[in-house]
């Protein structure tokens, strides 16, 4: 359990000498509680403190990284349990998984398809973030060379599945310099598999049976080499995820060393659908990786959408880019909405406007992506601001006409803004699902 | 070294809810369900029960949903032109376990249907499926204050989910409720303390905890699910604490949110780098579905086939017991 910022305070020389750059020994303690500052900020804390506050700061859950470049990822350094208590920090990484039973152009157009796996949505690019290979021929030549295809045309980060430490080594001969996760090292195998791992400084998985015997193959591991992710072995939905909730309670509730380490899941149906539910269950319920075969964009789009939900900060309101954006075939006549900057309030009005099939413009006013009513009890969203808006975002260049939509909600700025903006105002729904009606009854 | 497992000791529980009446209760449904009753966070077997798992309820509505994604509509095919006979397809092919009969002909601009024309939907639905059924209205207040009352006196005895009553507009529908021995969903916009408020004010009017469904106005994937998650996420824990104000079952408009999104209906044509569309779609419903499972749905009101039958493999899966 991280410590309080009362229990930091005590530890502290009490001076208030302000050199952390914060005003008292109080407020940096509480910024230390929030992870918000670090220890050394304070040059005259005694080592006995240090020390204390050290390990009781060290993070529960291990940060581990894969990949290198542009390819590198980071799983682990949580600390919650729910994602309102704080925020959830690294994404599920979603891994697809390719068979070395492939050859030839079989595995060529296999691994350009999974290579592709990349989208754009809502202004952001997603992507899946790791190839994962598996030894399913059992041949380590074989394997070798399913890892050579990925590695020539990957631009994601690598998992090698196999517990044969001879294929093993023959993959990490090709790929070993880009950090690849190694999966990995059993009861059976892991004095052979940290040696790799060291030898390439690749981070590795720790693959038990269950909760106990997992716990005490990381501690013999751990004894050695800590660049660790922790596989329970487990593939059956239910006992899966109760025992994932474990070692996620376990870490940061008791501190418990052997699960202080991301982990790593896989989906267990065959059938493509299936396993992309039981990711979207895993994404919700602290998996660092999941490792799936569904293949298709229309399979992993819905996931790529999933991590950027859940892993969103609660605190921080998503926002879109204040500007004028174009839905559909629009003209200089096409009509004119405005609404705010907030992520969920202009997609709700995006969606509807383009439901409506009528080629509209519509304005993201700037609000610190607050709400239409949150903004104008602000004073973010008034006569003033949005006529500022108007003749900063270029849409009288745009359209020939001077007719704007206000949000229905906050038909009392109606007058302020025709008299500032000098643009005429129409009054539109309260709710966004009133904007097909309203639509058709005003420019159909 | 064994593992010391972390069990937490929940002293609340989500209330039960039991939908429908059959012949011996005063009803004509062939069966009832009932929701809730969970004692733990969603699917920790180890620490607590799940006595009921999580229902489907497939969306009808009393007109053609002319503007519903083609997938979609391809999978009733001609019976979404009458609701008694969608409803029959959805149970016998679209897995639903009720029906969630969306009375949207009654507004002036899709219909106008009248109370009794409405009532007279409601009653051939009955007629024709054996299942439980929720009734909601069209959505305008005015119009539904007259609608509701109607179905719930003409169909009393059948115990009917009755929607949808809000903070602005609860009097009227809740009374209908309560004198023909229905139950409610008391909608609140993504507001656990706005839910827990109607919550109160409605079982002040003298209708038991146990005759409410709470609908907390989810977020379809991708378009403020994470809201949806953690206020179902937080509802769960108040309850498990004992806030017997938060303690109620859960219902998600899942297949309405998820197929206004974008992503669930633009052509591949469109958005190449999408993939097919119809896959998607499908998967953006299932997707919405299966997150929200982890948060604590208990009804999900859902509309693709396909979708239905990859999400109760899904609540299958997860009802399967675990051991620690």
């Known amino acids: 359990m991280a410590l309080t910022g009362l229990d930091i305070f005590k530890l502290l020389p009490k001076k208030n000498c302000k050199e952390c750059e914060q005003p008292t020994c109080l407020a940096f303690a509480m910024a230390l509680a929030n992870a918000k500052t670090s220890l050394d900020k304070c040059p005259y804390v005694s080592d006995a403190a240090k020390e204390t506050l050290g390990g009781a700061a060290a993070p529960p859950i291990k940060l581990v990284k894969v990949g290198t470049l542009g390819a590198e990822r980071e799983m682990g350094d949580e600390v919650v349990l729910f994602r309102h208590d704080k925020a959830f920090y690294h994404p599920t990484l979603l891994a697809v998984e390719i068979s070395d039973k492939l050859s030839g152009a079989e595995l060529e157009a296999k691994v350009k398809k999974v290579n592709e796996l990349a989208f754009e949505r809502v202004g952001q690019s997603v992507s899946i973030d790791m190839m994962a290979v ?28 196999t517990e044969d430490p001879v294929a093993m080594e023959k993959a990490l001969a090709i790929i070993g310099s880009q950090k690849p996760l190694i999966h990995a090292a059993t009861e059976a195998n892991w004095e052979k598999m940290v040696e790799l791992a060291k030898k390439y400084e690749a981070p590795l998985v720790v693959k038990g049976k269950g909760l106990d015997a997992t716990a005490d193959l990381v501690e013999k591991v751990a004894a050695s080499y800590k660049e660790l992710v922790v596989d329970l072995g487990t593939r059956e939905l239910s006992q899966s995820l109760a025992e994932i909730t474990q070692t996620r309670r376990l870490s940061i509730k008791k501190k418990f060393r052997p ?24 994404i919700t319920k602290y998996a660092s990786v999941v490792v799936l075969k569904a293949d298709e964009k229309s399979q992993i789009l819905p996931l790529a959408a999933l991590k950027m939900n859940i892993f969103s900060d609660p605190q921080k309101p998503s926002q879109v880019e204040p500007k004028v954006n174009a839905i559909g075939n629009v003209t200089a006549d096409s009509p004119v909405y405005i609404t705010t900057n907030f992520a969920l309030t202009y997609y709700t009005v995006e969606g509807e406007v383009s439901a409506s099939k009528i080629p509209s413009y519509i304005l993201a006013c700037p609000t610190d992506g607050t709400s239409v ?72 | 070294m064994p593992v010391q497992i972390l069990k937490e000791r929940n002293s609340g529980k989500i209330t039960c809810v039991t939908l429908g009446a059959t012949a011996e209760q005063g009803g004509t449904r062939a069966c009832t369900i009932t929701v809730g009753g969970e004692s733990s966070l969603p699917w920790l077997h180890f620490e607590g029960e799940t006595p009921n798992k999580p229902v489907v309820a497939v969306e009808v509505l009393d007109r053609y949903p002319e503007e519903w994604n083609d997938a979609v509509k391809a999978a009733y095919g001609d019976a979404m032109k009458d609701a008694a006979t969608w409803a029959k397809a959805a149970v016998e092919c679209g897995g639903a376990d009720l029906i969630y009969l969306r009375l949207q002909s009654a507004d002036p601009e899709l219909g106008a249907s009248t109370p009794e024309q409405c009532v007279a939907t409601v009653k051939k639905v009955l007629a024709t499926v054996g299942v439980p059924v929720a009734v909601i209205g069209c959505g305008i207040d005015e119009v539904d204050n007259k609608v509701i009352p109607a179905v719930a006196e003409a169909c009393a005895g059948e115990n009917l989910l009755l929607g949808l009553a809000t903070t602005e507009n609860y009097n009227t529908i809740v009374a209908a409720a309560m004198v023909h021995k229905h139950t409610v969903i008391a909608q609140s916009p993504l507001d656990i303390n706005m839910c827990k408020q109607l919550n109160i004010l409605i079982t002040e009017m003298g209708i038991p905890a146990d005759r409410i469904i709470v609908d907390p106005s989810i977020g379809g994937l991708g378009y403020g699910l994470e809201y949806a998650y953690s206020v179902g996420e937080r509802a769960r824990i ?10 109620l079952p859960v219902i998600g408009t899942v297949g309405f949110e998820a197929w206004k999104a974008k992503e669930a209906n633009v052509g591949a044509d469109e958005f190449p780098g999408w993939g097919d569309q119809a896959e998607r779609g499908i998967l953006w419903e299932t ?25 109760k493999k899904n609540v299958a899966d997860l009802m399967a017991p675990s051991s620690l």
């Open chain 1, 134 to 161: 598996r030894n399913d021929s059992g041949n380590a030549d074989a394997f070798a060379a399913a890892v050579k295809a990925v590695a020539d045309v990957t631009c994601f980060a690598t998992v090698l599945i």
């Open chain 2, 287 to 311: 997707v919405t579905a299966a997150s929200l499972l982890q948060s604590g749905l208990d009804i999900l009101v859902m509309r693709h086939p396909e979708a239905i039958a990859l999400v």
């Open chain 1, 259 to 282: 699960f202080g380490y991301p982990v790593i899941a896989f989906t267990a149906s065959e059938n493509p659908r299936d396993q992309v539910i039981e990711a979207a269950a895993y």
């Open chain 2, 238 to 247: 108040g309850s498990l604490q004992g806030d017997k104000m938060l303690a």
């Open chain 1, 373 to 444: 009513l949150t903004a104008w009890a602000a004073g973010k969203f008034n006569g003033d601001k949005i006529t500022e808006f108007i003749k900063a975002c270029g849409i009288e260049e745009t359209v020939k006409h001077r007719n704007i939509v206000i949000p229905g909600h906050v038909a009392v700025i109606k007058g302020a803004l025709e008299e500032k903006s000098g643009w005429k105002v129409l009054v539109g729904p309260a709710e966004a699902s009133g904007i097909n009606a309203f639509a058709k009854g005003n420019f159909a």
